[in-house]
Nanobody, 119 residues
Framework: QVKLVESGGGSVQAGGSLRLSCAAS????????IGWFRQVQGKEREGVAA????????SYSDSVKGRFTIARDTAKNTWSLAMNSLEPEDTASYYC????????????WGEGTRVTVSS
């Protein structure tokens, strides 16, 4: 059984930085993607970043490109999302997910962590 646990959310002022972590346990195929998604209440969930576990190739949404970085951590089966130059529009619940295809083939989800950016 795969389990994903996010950590690192919090409150920050605009222009600040936060680093989210996603710790995965269970069977993790090198064919999977790790994705970070965010959701604002009342809006659709948005994929913001992804990394292919085997190749390390990454992709970003236009809204975060150049500000967010997804990477594999030194800790085993942990991936991070470094968020810089945060804007109030980045305020959302952030979710880590894993699956064969990004963004629509994510099969496992974490419970999310809240990020609040104040102006």
């Amino acid at each position: 059984q795969v389990k994903l646990v996010e950590s690192g959310g919090g409150s920050v002022q605009a222009g600040g930085s936060l680093r989210l972590s996603c710790a995965a346990s269970g069977y993790i195929s090198r064919n999977y993607y790790i994705g970070w998604f965010r959701q604002v209440q009342g809006k659709e969930r948005e994929g913001v970043a992804a990394i292919q576990i085997d190749s390390g190739s990454t992709s970003y949404s236009d809204s975060v490109k150049g500000r967010f970085t997804i990477a594999r951590d030194t800790a085993k089966n942990t991936w991070s999302l470094a968020m810089n130059s945060l804007e109030p529009e980045d305020t959302a619940s952030y979710y880590c997910a894993m699956g064969l295809y990004y963004p629509r083939g994510m099969q496992w989800w974490g419970e999310g962590t809240r990020v609040t950016v104040s102006s």
